[in-house]
């Protein structure tokens, strides 16, 4: 396919006739066309496409398309179907009444252009530069950010699951590729092991019947791999996807012991959840948890304007595996934000957003305020409201010592690591803790002296001045409209299936994530174009009536 860009022609008088007639009252997608334009240019996409062959679909009508499936929860067929029978769609598009459209599979190509150039962000990059032509949008003011679980598309597998649906997937997959190859290789009990998929309670129930079980697989795969590297075992075999997941999953399952193939037991090193692979679908796909909700997937990261009198648009997606903690993805939305010319101000977050060094660096590097709480002092002293804590002592940085309440300075300030954080730690003398009258009310009935651990001195006048600012009603005032990034994520699960990837991979879902973001943004800047402003966050008749009565 190649590419000769065009600009966007006008819609054919035929169909805005017919269009009108069909909507006297109008229509979102009409509204869209009229009031934004055609959004896309085939300029944008011209990278992603040769100068040579058969023609092309105009990509800015695939971008469109690609978005309204989104924003309805179309398949791709839905989607084509719509484009040939739908006047609002050919009114968008500009397409004639009777133009034919397209076959569905030109949307699953055009989304493997935009993942394999990694130019999904076009989509949503688009939609911005609408946003700030109409003065919706820009640099400073107010963002927020929250994120929530994605769920693969692949079925979540237990550890027993997974290892005997990755050796019956390479079976399915080497019975297509080399069908005769793999029947001189082929052991008499592999048909009816695996000619079904592994379910949980369809696995032997007693504990030796499911080691047996389990023992029987790895000795299979590990068969299966010997034959894969043999000399005589063409090279190519041995690259396919399928056989390179098998030896993946094998080396993280299992060992060699004496020449045995052993299961893995929790002593034997499995690999964490980050780098676990739970499908042999989805090498990407991780075992998460975040309080009581676990899940198989990702996670989606979403930022969104929250300035007033503006519309509430989303400037940057983050899509990590479900394991990756949210403060690992706050300096890549700041890097976004700064990509895009879009930095606010101000950045309202969740604590888990939230470090002290992220507090600096958000500062240092891109001048931003980074709004939150503050991680609490986690000292007994500071637990007990005795004592004294952190705060009560006073730290000269330039004589490196620490003076505590009663004018004792202390004997050793070291610079070290915590993980990877640089930090302070600090002792005092045990003859002078010893001696001292408040001894019970510092280091505690068994210490014999006081040792503390802190940060670096920007983080720790960072640390100090939010654990201050939280205390004020401007902050408590400020952090409340943090809030309100979770009706975004409730629209994006509720009307635009968010929490749930159609492809499989990473790239794939962080496309779906972005081309989610790009629609919910249009639909919001089409309705606030026509004057629907965002409604009030509803309430009952019995919390109007208490607040009422408390408010007299």
């Given amino acids: 396919m190649c590419l000769h860009p065009a600009a966007p022609l006008p819609v054919p008088d035929e169909t805005v006739k017919v269009a009108r007639q069909a909507f006297p009252r109008g229509n979102l997608l009409l509204s869209l066309r009229d009031k934004l334009g055609p959004v896309f240019d085939d300029d944008r996409f011209a990278s992603l496409f040769p100068s040579k062959g058969q023609p092309a679909e105009a990509p800015?009508?695939?971008?469109?398309?690609?978005?309204?499936?989104?924003?309805?929860?179309?398949?791709?067929?839905?989607?084509?179907?719509?484009?040939r029978g739908r006047i609002d769609w050919k009114y968008l598009l500009g397409l004639s009444l009777t133009n034919p459209g397209f076959d569905s599979s030109v949307l699953s190509e055009f989304r493997t252009r935009l993942v394999a150039g990694a130019a999904e962000t076009l989509l949503l990059d688009a939609v911005l530069e609408i946003a700030a032509a109409h003065q919706l949008l820009k640099a400073g003011g107010r963002q927020r950010t929250d994120a929530t679980h994605v769920l693969a598309a692949a079925r979540a597998l237990n550890r027993l699951e997974c290892v005997h649906e990755t050796l019956r997937h390479t079976l399915e997959v080497l019975a297509l590729a080399a069908p005769e190859w793999l029947l001189s290789q082929v052991l008499p009990h592999?048909?009816?092991?695996?000619?079904?998929?592994?379910?949980?309670?369809?696995?032997?129930?007693?504990?030796?019947?499911?080691a047996a079980w389990v023992q029987q697989i790895g000795e299979d795969g590990h068969h299966l791999l010997a034959t894969l590297a043999a000399a005589a075992t063409p090279e190519w075999l041995r690259h396919l996807p399928a056989a390179e997941m098998l030896r993946r999953v094998w080396?993280?399952?299992?060992?060699?012991?004496?020449?045995?193939?052993?299961w893995r037991s929790e002593r034997d090193?499995?690999?964490?959840?980050?780098?676990?692979?739970?499908?042999?679908?989805?090498?990407?796909?991780?075992?998460?948890?975040?309080r009581s909700t676990t899940w198989i997937g990702y996670k989606v990261?979403?930022?969104?304007?929250?300035?007033?009198?503006?519309?509430?648009?989303?400037?940057?997606?983050?899509?990590?595996?479900g394991p990756v903690a949210d403060s690992d993805v706050t300096a890549p939305i700041h890097t976004a934000f700064?990509?895009?010319?879009?930095?606010?101000?101000?950045?309202?977050v969740d604590t888990g957003y939230l470090s002290a060094g992220q507090r600096v660096q958000a500062q240092h590097d891109f001048g931003l305020d980074l709004v939150g709480p503050a991680r609490i002092d986690s000292s007994w002293q500071a637990k007990a409201g005795k004592g004294f804590a952190m705060d009560a002592f006073t730290i000269d940085w330039d004589a490196q010592h620490v003076t505590c309440p009663m004018g004792v300075h202390s004997s050793s300030w070291s610079p070290a690591t915590d993980g990877r954080t640089p930090v302070v730690k600090v002792k005092f003398s045990a003859t002078d803790c010893q001696a001292c009258p408040h001894r019970s009310d510092c280091v505690g009935p068994?210490?014999?002296?006081?040792?503390?651990?802190?940060?670096?001195?920007?983080e720790y006048i960072a640390l100090q001045a939010a654990r201050q600012r939280q205390t004020t009603p401007e902050f408590r005032s400020l952090y409340a409209l943090r809030a309100g990034v979770e009706g975004t994520i409730s629209q994006g699960v509720r009307a635009f299936d968010l929490r749930r990837s159609r492809y499989f991979g990473q790239a794939k879902t962080h496309l779906q994530h972005v081309a989610t973001a790009a629609a919910m943004n249009l639909v919001r800047l089409v309705h606030w174009i026509l004057g629907d402003t965002p409604a009030r966050t509803r309430r009952s008749h019995f919390s109007r009536l208490v607040r009422a009565q408390a408010a007299s």
């Fill in 301 to 321: 990261h979403l930022s969104e304007t929250c300035d007033e009198e503006r519309p509430r648009i989303i400037t940057a997606v983050q899509t990590t595996a």
């Fill in 251 to 262: 080396v993280q399952q299992f060992y060699l012991a004496d020449g045995q193939v052993r």
């Fill in 60 to 83: 800015w009508r695939l971008a469109l398309v690609t978005l309204l499936q989104f924003a309805e929860g179309l398949s791709d067929r839905g989607a084509a179907d719509a484009v």
């Fill in 190 to 210: 592999w048909a009816e092991a695996y000619e079904a998929r592994a379910f949980d309670d369809r696995l032997p129930r007693s504990a030796a019947k499911r």
């Fill in 446 to 458: 068994t210490a014999t002296r006081r040792i503390m651990t802190f940060k670096t001195r920007d």
């Fill in 269 to 290: 090193e499995i690999p964490p959840a980050a780098r676990l692979i739970n499908s042999p679908y989805d090498a990407d796909v991780r075992y998460a948890c975040k």
């Fill in 338 to 348: 700064a990509d895009k010319g879009l930095l606010p101000a101000q950045h309202i």
